[in-house]
């Protein structure tokens, strides 16, 4: 059964989890996030990231990046603010609230998109992958860290079930592999350079991908 995740839906979840999220999650993803700070940080440049939330990787980064982070959720970002004021992140442009489907940048705006446990929380994560290479240089790389489903068994049933609560959460739990190699395979200017799984469990993996030369 498909269910539909709605933009100012994910949002309100998201604002009630600001709270509390980096208690409930900043261990947890502890490892994926330093994983693809540092494959950023290999380019440098301007970097975007994407679902920034509050603020929680920005200080990892060295100063060889320019940071931009976006969210849909203010009360997060209202957290990112206040630890960019805090800590006085000066490589850190600016923090806004923004929808990963309509981003409002240039075209080759961005060395580096960054999109950390964000594709399966919005609606339609096919634009959203489209709006990352919109605004990526050519030579420049996405870097994804995200929950991978199981494509068949019991797993799959399972995440599948539980999908219509994970919704409400704020994410989806059914977003197999094959979903972004179709996407892939369907844009001439986007190729795989690497596809690492992270923990916990196996269930995430970090996906990064290159805008090729020559790309609209």
């Not at 208690?23 to 993803?29: A, M, P, Q, R």
């Not at 849909?72 to 489907?101: P, S, T």
Request: proline share 5%; charged share 25%; with cysteine.
């Amino acid at each position: 059964m498909s269910v539909a995740m709605k933009t100012q839906a994910v949002a309100a979840a998201y604002d009630r989890w600001a709270p509390v999220y980096d208690l409930v999650f900043g261990n947890v993803f502890k490892s994926g996030r330093q994983q693809a700070i540092t494959a950023a940080e290999r380019i440098g440049g301007r970097v975007l990231e994407v679902g920034v939330g509050t603020g929680i990787s920005l200080p990892r980064y060295g100063t060889n990046c320019r940071l931009v982070g976006i969210d849909i959720a203010d009360a997060m970002l209202d957290k990112a603010r206040r630890r960019v004021r805090e800590l006085g992140l000066q490589n850190v442009e600016d923090i806004a609230v923004m929808d990963a489907e309509n981003l409002r940048f240039e075209a080759e705006s961005f060395d580096v998109v960054v999109a950390q446990y964000v594709v399966t929380a919005v609606p339609d994560p096919e634009r959203a992958l489209d709006e990352f290479m919109r605004v990526l240089r050519p030579d420049g790389e996405l870097i994804i860290t995200t929950r991978i489903s199981a494509d068949d068994g019991m797993r799959d049933r399972i995440e599948r079930m539980l999908m219509p609560v994970t919704s409400r959460l704020g994410w989806r739990t059914e977003f197999p592999l094959s979903r972004y190699e179709a996407w892939a395979a369907s844009n001439c200017d986007v190729a795989l350079i690497e596809h690492r799984p992270l923990p916990p469990l196996g269930h995430f993996s970090l996906l990064r991908y290159g805008k090729k030369p020559g790309a609209a």
